[in-house]
């Protein structure tokens, strides 16, 4: 380590553009992690069944915020999960009312609770138009789901068979692209205009795909999509730590229970929350370019979505600490909440601090 690495940084309070929060015992062992670093949060509509309408996200929305630790200032940032069949109307509505920040498109089964998703983007020609209309962002589970093309070419191939004819389809559309994994997503989002944009982990920004077979069968890095080969972690790590304004954080954090991810059939899944952050000021240290975690973590998210900044700020403390190899949530919620978190039993260099 340098003798002039910084022993603090401190940044604007960032914001998470991609969690999955969950519901029942679940949501009450992981929403305190993602409140203690976070001010806000783009919560994915997976839950099942899935959020449809404005009244299900409004009662979610009550549900989150009682699961916050007393004082939080937390803002949940609720999402529709668009269906073949949802109304355009209901969306259009949930935007105006300030209860849905955007909308999440899943191709059907590309994953978790996605049976329920779009089977065909032919059949969502009016809800796209109106959200472009309304300047409502689409967020892209991005990978095709056809059992013929390679699980490793499924981000790449629904760049060029999906999402190519859906921005050129709807030129005015806000489109983030979610939880990037490929040098193929990142070529494409730089090149594209500034209504494009993606969210990058910190999972795929550390792992590359051997990290799920290192001795053995390793649930606990089987996430979707899938990590990649390692030329494409270095496009990622590069793309994150650029500066550019197109590329800001999404967590994908998305716990399972043990039992879930240790089985013949695992859930993707990877649950990075409680230390978000930190994984992320790793990276950036190491990179050399920890200048630019705040852009990437508390600016370019809100510029994109056209929200204000946060005011308040976060310090990161360089104080080496070890990663536990479980988390247990509320004791009411048994096995369901025995989660293992993204880098347990590693040791990270950056610690969140106390203050506010
Ligand atoms: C997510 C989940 O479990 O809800 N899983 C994942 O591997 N990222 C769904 C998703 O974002 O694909
Ligand atoms: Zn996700």
């Known amino acids: 380590m340098s003798s002039t690495a910084p022993a603090r940084l401190c940044l604007r309070r960032p914001d998470d553009w991609h969690v999955h929060l969950r519901d029942g015992a679940l949501l009450q062992a992981v929403a305190p992690a993602t409140a203690r670093t976070f001010a806000r949060a783009i919560v994915m509509p997976n839950l099942s069944p899935p959020i449809t309408t404005v009244a299900a996200a409004e009662a979610y929305g009550a549900r989150i915020r009682a699961a916050l630790p007393d004082g939080s200032r937390f803002t949940p940032l609720l999402t529709a999960y668009i269906t073949d069949t949802i109304a355009p109307g209901e969306i259009a509505r949930g935007h105006r009312e300030g209860v849905f920040t955007a909308c999440k498109l899943y191709p059907a089964h590309a994953t978790t609770n996605a049976a329920a998703g779009v089977s065909d983007l032919g059949r969502i020609g009016a809800v796209l138009e109106t959200m472009e209309r309304i300047g409502m962002p689409l967020l892209i589970h991005g990978e095709v789901t056809d059992a013929e093309v390679d699980i490793f070419d499924r981000e790449a191939v629904f760049i060029e068979r999906q999402l190519a004819p859906l921005l050129a389809r709807h030129p005015g559309l806000k489109v983030v692209l979610e939880h990037i994994t490929t040098a193929d997503a990142v070529a494409f989002v730089r090149a594209g205009g500034p209504n494009l944009a993606a969210t990058i982990t910190p ?154």
């Open 203 to 356: 999972h795929h920004l550390h792992i590359n795909r051997n990290a799920m077979f290192r001795g053995g069968l390793r649930p606990d890095f089987y996430c979707l999509p899938v990590a990649k080969r390692e030329r494409h972690r270095l496009a990622l790590r590069q793309a994150a730590t650029s500066g550019e304004p197109c590329f800001f954080l999404g967590t994908d954090s998305a716990p399972h229970p043990r039992s879930a991810k240790e089985a013949a059939c695992g859930c993707a899944g990877i649950y990075n929350a409680p230390f978000a952050l930190e994984s992320y000021a790793e990276v950036f240290e190491q990179e050399g370019a920890l200048e630019h975690l705040e852009a990437f973590a508390s600016e370019h998210g809100p510029h994109f979505y056209g929200l204000p900044l946060n005011e308040d700020s976060i310090t990161l403390v360089r104080d080496s600490h070890t990663v536990p190899p479980r988390l247990h949530g509320n004791a009411a919620g048994g096995e369901a909440t025995d989660l293992v978190p993204f880098h347990a039993g590693q040791v990270l260099q950056w610690r969140v601090g106390e203050e506010g």
